[in-house]
């Protein structure tokens, strides 16, 4: 990390990774990691803990909806059957059209699916949710408590409001060393979302942390830009690269090496 600071002090800033880059980065990134499957077993289960009836969920940043789509399945097939809203937000158009092409490749009838092409701030979304997620994707927001407020306000009474955000770990360090500005923000973590919560006047319920791995096996340079949130030059690449391994762990029963890949998972519930 000293090297990597040097060889950045004194230079502007990197460029960030173009919305298609962005989107292709974070599949080839997820597929090195089993964060993902931990976070789809945690919504499943909290998920089925709601109970029987029509139920509404909200993805903020929903990305191309394949964490979303098993979830609005799962919701869809209780018996009895039951009415499932699930509405998608994600500024990215061809992530909307994915989430789209996903949610109508279920097929069932009792789904009533939305997607809105917007900033979370613009989106035009109606009506009031069991459920509104944030997965990975506050870091991005202009205001965590203005945005939390805003999405507890979108709540039924006992909705939950679900905030899955990065700890300030040895991998996201890179983003704070190595990412430019978002909107001459810099990027919010867990630790971020916990002040927020506070700000906001709100009580959390206990944070969950999920401690998924992540695999360097074959890690190409878009897993790296990813990493990092940002275009990696030709000379930064090697000592990111010696800096993830560096800070990998081995697995205590199977010897293999992995990344830490954390995610805490923020809970907010709406009174009844
Ligand atoms: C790391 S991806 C996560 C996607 C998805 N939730 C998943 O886990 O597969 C973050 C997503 O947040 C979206 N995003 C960025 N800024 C946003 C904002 N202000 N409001 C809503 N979504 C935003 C991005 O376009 C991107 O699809």
Redesign the pocket.
Known sequence: MDELRSARRGQPALPPLA?DT??RG?AAF?ALSDQ?AL?GRHLSARLAGRGAGPVSLL??????G???APQAAALADVSPARPVRYVG????EP?TAAFAAAMAALGRDNLTAEVHT????E?PVGGAFDVV?????M????DVAATLRAAHDLLLPRGELLVLSAPRGALNLLVDVLAPP?DEHRQWFSDDIAAGVAAAGATPEETVTLEGRLSLDGAGDEVLDFAVQARLTPELRPLVRAYLEAVSVACPTSGVLHVPHPVDVHCLRRAA
Do not use: K
């Open positions: 919305p962005y989107a974070h997820e993902r976070i993805s903020v940043g929903c990305g191309d394949s964490l979303d937000v994600d500024p990215y992530s917007a900033t979370f701030a989106a997620t944030f997965v990975h994707s870091y991005y927001v202009p978002v």
